[in-house]
């Protein structure tokens, strides 16, 4: 990494989203912390200063002529967008279930007859570490083209010890190895395989004394997440998965009431679990238990629209007070896309989310939902300099131009990685 100084000066817009680690709620998603006329000094992969252009003219004087400057007049710069829900490691792709749906078959119909979330354990089982990686990588580098610069990665395209271990592998490797950070979630509980038919308390078993603590055991995951859904795992069963996982040190999320209606969310709630991802059909007790213990929603627009279902409460859900975060949940059958512009877009329309909420949803509140608060999320002085500059002037433009990528420049931990 080049150790010189980067200074971005001049910018129409900068938001900062600074002001603590909490996750916001209510009028708190609204707060940008504007600055007009930006300035942003990094240097060694942290944020040394912010504010205006003239002020860190003032603090910086006498090493001004030590950066590389980079004028943003006209631009907008934000914190690097984070992905708190995604897939992005797995094997092959699912093109013919596209279709299938659209001749009108159901998600759930598809996954029950072998296809789905089997059709992809089947191809991520068959490929190899290096192909896993190859493929993933190259998710990787379109997260970061369209300006995400962290990600949250699951593992449970496998459903099976050897799979799983190999898919946190791959992402332990990933994050090592590409510029984008990537914070591994175990979820072997993403469907029970088709051999288990009949047995699933058998897979319960299975998961918790012996994939728990495999995983547990080489580091490799920092939550564990489970699939709480009819036909899939019951609320008893999700509760017993991530209260073992509690035992182990892995943070509970849960795939909450996405399908139908089955508490998913007030079991978030009562175990403790840091989010709860998607919740369409989340009940209004399941949203207020949510709000009462602080869990934050990671809501999904672009999975609602893939799969023709109406997106989440997220205006509900804000005036309720809890926190929101958005995400692509880039997965190879429900939402293959990379693009959290996108997502902020159909946050504003399809959850009726104003333009301010939906980029706290996808910084700030996204960071809080994997934890990573502490070094990302806003631009703060001490945290990792990961910022985008939008070929935008200001942030109604970047969510009122739809289906552009408006990327114009991207810093991770100060170094340019895009532009």
């Known amino acids: 990494m080049d150790n010189k100084p980067i200074w971005i000066k001049h910018a129409a817009q900068l938001a900062t989203i600074a002001g603590g680690t909490a996750p916001r709620i209510r009028e708190g998603m609204s707060d940008l912390g504007l600055i007009e006329d930006g300035s942003v000094w990094m240097e060694d992969g942290k944020i040394r200063a912010v504010g205006t252009t003239a002020e860190l003219e003032e603090r910086y004087a006498e090493r001004a002529g030590e950066a590389e400057i980079v004028d943003a007049s006209g631009r907008l710069v934000t914190p690097g967008l984070i992905d708190p829900h995604t897939h992005v490691v797995y094997g092959g792709s699912r093109e013919k279930e596209f279709e299938m749906r659209l001749e009108g078959a159901t998600y759930m119909e598809i996954m029950n ?76 509980a993403h469907a029970v395989p088709l051999d288990y038919k009949g047995r699933e308390e058998e897979f319960v078993d299975l998961l918790i004394k012996e994939m728990l603590p495999a995983v547990a ?14 036909g899939v ?29 089955y508490g998913g969310a007030e079991l978030a709630a009562e175990v403790g679990a840091i989010s709860a991802e998607h919740l369409l059909k989340a009940s209004d007790e399941g949203i207020e238990k949510m709000a009462a213990a602080g869990t934050i929603a990671c809501l999904l627009p672009a999975t609602a629209l893939y799969l023709r279902e109406e997106a989440a409460r997220g205006r509900a859900m804000i005036d309720a007070g809890v926190p929101v975060a958005v995400s692509t949940d880039c997965n190879p059958g429900s939402s293959p896309t990379t693009s959290m512009p996108l997502v902020m877009n159909l946050a504003c329309i399809s959850m009726r989310m104003t333009p301010a909420e939906a980029l706290v949803a996808a910084t700030l509140n996204a960071a809080c939902a994997i934890d990573m608060q502490d070094k990302v999320g806003s631009v703060e002085e001490g945290k990792q300099a990961d910022l985008v500059m939008w070929d935008v002037k200001n ?25």
């Open 113 to 188: 007859a072998g296809g789905g979330i089997h059709a992809t354990a089947r191809m991520t089982r068959e490929a190899t570490e290096e192909e896993l990686f190859e493929q993933s990588a190259r998710r990787l580098d379109s997260f970061l083209a369209h300006g995400v610069t962290t990600v949250e990665g699951k593992s449970g395209y496998g459903m099976d010890l050897e799979t799983e271990l190999k898919q946190l592998r791959v992402a332990k490797e990933l994050n090592e190895r590409h510029p984008v950070d990537l914070v591994p979630t175990f979820m072997g």
């Open 395 to 419: 942030y109604q433009e970047l969510q009122y131009l739809f289906g552009v990528n408006h990327v114009e420049k991207v810093w991770k931990k100060g170094e340019q990685v895009v532009g």
């Open 233 to 261: 795992f019951t609320p008893g069963q999700s509760k017993r998965i991530l209260e073992a996982g509690k035992e182990h040190g892995l943070v509970p999320k849960i795939h909450a009431d996405e399908i139908e209606p």
């Open 217 to 230: 055991g080489e580091g490799l995951a920092v939550f564990n997440d489970v699939f709480c859904e009819v």
